[in-house]
């Protein structure tokens, strides 16, 4: 038996994926709090826990995310973008586009039919319309993640939320509270907003998609996904683990790495 | 240079002391008794600084400076390379210039102009005029606006500049060109000797030197790396396109990634320099020619056509390169207003191009990292290898 590892350091959760003869073993996510190689250890050891397998039977590690540099334990390093169309097309093989809501940034993918990225845009700097950005607003309404994600109802009823930005959107939000709307079509108009920054960053890379992957922690949120079906106007696949596609994409390279070197060794 | 302790024959890191302060050779020869004639943008030829006497210095930026005192003057929402670059005056770091001159190549830099001179005020200023479209015309007024120029630089100097003085100057900086393209193309044979960031630093350290300085500097360059051993290094060619990039860290970046840029058209880069002054029919008619007709700067339109694409596509063409990243500073509109026509032609030629958009400070290095390392595996087609060897796994 072979075990290979993918590791996607992200800049809120660390996830990693174990793959025993390219088949998966386990999957673990961590937070990555405020250090990333902390995160990717107490991973690493819950996995070994886990599956009982000793470090030296993990034969490759990939690792992929904001601090893939600083993962001591990888092999290799592979970018999210390429990482993420991997796994999203192993789980779903006619995928051709990849909208992926992270802690801070998101990200869309456009692949051709082999499953190769041809196009990808990326937000800069500002995390406006990201995990972090839901979580702020979640605490505005002293909600959890997931009562959050339930709260917006069908989302049919909203306000309009005319900012991303964290700082102005939560000053409309505060307005909204104080005139007496009511909190679910609140909700619903911040998920319309997340879902309409996607939009208008990558309309021309999602353009006549017939497949629509959505993954990261956002797509565990019920009301985005709605909001983005609603704006897109088809509906979007969102895999069992949203969250672990990046990491399973590297375990995935990781294991390539492993075929080529025996392929080499035994001379094919 | 002695001063900076380089041993001799070791050209690179006289390159790296003069990047390291730019000012250092400008300040001597001021305290010899030269001006020091300090200008932002390339549409008012040093050439004719040099003419007359006095020691053209471009003005740049430092990539990540803290910007506090430049934005009581200018507002936030403007060119943040203009905006720097004027917080290095404010700062007292441009404190050895003696004169000014800015041409309106955008509408960011034309204005500083009068800022700039208001507060700092220059013993000489000149602000040069360059108009937006090419027609004869506007080449007529081009010609007239380097004679006024010229005068004006003249009454600074108290004295004449004739034209042989004018074509001398050119001749250095010609061999300038000569020497900075055989660089270059020395770089596309051979990309793992000379880096990028090296190569920019030479272009950095050219225009802030006197050229025949440069010459010299360059003659000692090219039988240094000529002597060095190639790495074995399997990088992505790449081209950069883009506003303003006077800092290696980008070049960095994309070495960091996996890929190298062999060729590019920026202003600091090859658009200086490898347009050749013609100077068969006369100094003014070469110098509208290599300074406004054919210099690709997007500033300058060109009218319905493709001119500036074709010339950045045979770049891409003639240097092999796999990609092509264009790098934009938030507000620049001439390069922004190209950037989707030239994504969608050069895309249409093969050549795929990936965008980032800065604010002269390259903060988000990490994102920008992840951008160009997605688009090297992209260049690569990485993924592909994957599925045969899956297909062949299962056999």
Redesign the interface.
């Given at each position: 038996m072979e075990y290979v590892a993918g590791v996607d350091s992200g800049s809120t959760t660390t996830k990693l994926v174990v793959l025993r003869d390219g088949e998966l073993a386990g999957q673990y996510v961590v937070s990555t709090g405020a250090n990333s190689r902390r995160a990717f250890e107490k991973a690493f050891e819950r996995a070994l826990e886990h599956l009982k397998v000793h470090p030296f039977q993990i034969k490759f590690v990939v690792s992929t995310g904001y601090g893939r540099a600083g993962i001591h334990l990888a092999n290799r390093t592979v970018s999210e973008i390429t990482c993420h169309a991997r796994g999203v097309r192993w789980l779903f093989p006619s995928a051709e586009v990849i909208i992926d809501i992270g802690g801070q940034d998101f990200k869309v993918i456009r692949l051709d039919k082999g499953g190769r990225v041809v196009d990808f845009a990326m937000n800069d700097k500002c995390a406006a319309g990201t995990g972090r950005y839901l979580e702020l607003m979640g605490r505005v309404f002293e909600m959890d993640l997931e009562t959050f994600g339930r709260a917006g109802g069908t989302g049919l009823e909203a306000v309009e939320i005319a900012n991303v930005c964290t700082v102005f959107a939560e000053t409309e939000v505060i307005a909204h509270i104080s005139r007496g709307t009511e909190e679910t079509k609140i909700i619903a108009g911040i998920f319309n907003a997340v879902a309409k920054r996607v939009h208008s960053l990558a309309k021309q890379l999602i353009m006549e998609a017939r497949e629509i992957v959505f993954t990261g922690g956002v797509a565990k949120n019920a009301g985005i996904v709605g909001a983005l079906e609603r704006m897109l106007g088809q509906a979007v696949k969102v895999p069992f683990e949203p969250q672990i596609t990046g990491a399973l994409g590297a375990a995935l390279f990781a294991w390539e790495d492993i075929i080529r070197r025996s392929q080499y060794e035994s001379g094919i | 240079m002695n001063k900076c302790g380089e041993s001799k024959g070791d050209a690179m890191s006289k390159v790296k002391a003069i990047c390291r302060a730019r000012d250092a050779r400008a300040r001597e020869l001021r305290a010899e008794g030269k001006k020091i004639i300090g200008y932002l943008c390339y549409f008012a030829p040093p050439e004719i600084i040099a003419a007359a006497g006095m020691v053209p210095f471009r003005i740049m930026g430092r990539l990540g400076d803290d910007v506090v005192e430049a934005n009581s003057y200018l507002e936030p929402y403007g060119c943040p390379y203009v905006r720097n670059c004027f917080e290095q005056a404010l700062k007292g770091r441009l404190n050895f210039l003696d004169g000014l001159v800015v041409s309106h190549s955008c509408d960011m830099v034309q204005r500083i102009y009068g800022i700039w001179k208001y507060y700092q005020k220059p013993a000489y200023g000149y602000l040069f005029n360059v108009p937006h479209q090419v027609t004869p015309w506007s080449r007529q007024f081009f010609i007239r606006e380097l004679a006024f120029f010229k005068e004006s630089l003249e009454k600074y100097a108290g004295q004449g500049i004739s034209e042989e003085r004018i074509a001398r100057a050119i001749e250095l900086s010609n061999e300038n060109r000569r020497l900075v393209k055989e660089l270059y193309e020395f770089r596309s044979r051979r990309p793992s000797v000379l880096s990028g960031p090296e190569m920019l630093g030479i272009l950095i350290a050219g225009m802030s030197i006197p050229p025949d300085e440069f010459n010299a500097l360059l003659k000692e360059l090219k039988m240094e790396v000529e002597g060095r051993s190639d790495v074995p290094l399997d990088r992505t060619r790449v081209l950069l396109w883009g506003s303003i990039i006077d800092d290696p860290r980008l070049y960095e970046l994309i070495e960091e990634c996996g890929a190298t840029v062999v060729i590019d058209d920026t202003c600091i880069g090859s658009r200086a320099y490898f347009t050749r002054v013609d100077l068969s029919n006369g100094v003014f008619e070469g110098l509208a020619d290599a300074y406004f007709g054919k210099f690709p700067c997007p500033r300058t339109d060109r009218g319905p056509g493709t001119g500036r694409f074709e010339y950045v596509l045979n770049l891409a063409r003639e240097y092999r390169v796999k990609g092509v990243i264009g790098y934009t500073l938030s507000f620049c509109d001439p390069h922004k207003l190209d950037y989707p026509d030239l994504r969608d032609y050069l895309a249409g030629h093969g050549y795929?191009m990936l965008l980032i958009?800065d604010d002269y400070t390259l903060?988000?290095a990490?994102?920008v990292k992840?951008?160009i390392?997605?688009f090297r595996?992209?260049l690569a087609?990485?993924?592909?290898?994957?599925?045969d060897?899956?297909g062949?796994?299962q056999l």
């Open positions: - | 795929p958009d903060s988000h990490e994102t992840t951008r390392e997605a595996e992209m087609k990485g993924s592909a290898s994957f599925q060897l899956a062949r796994a």
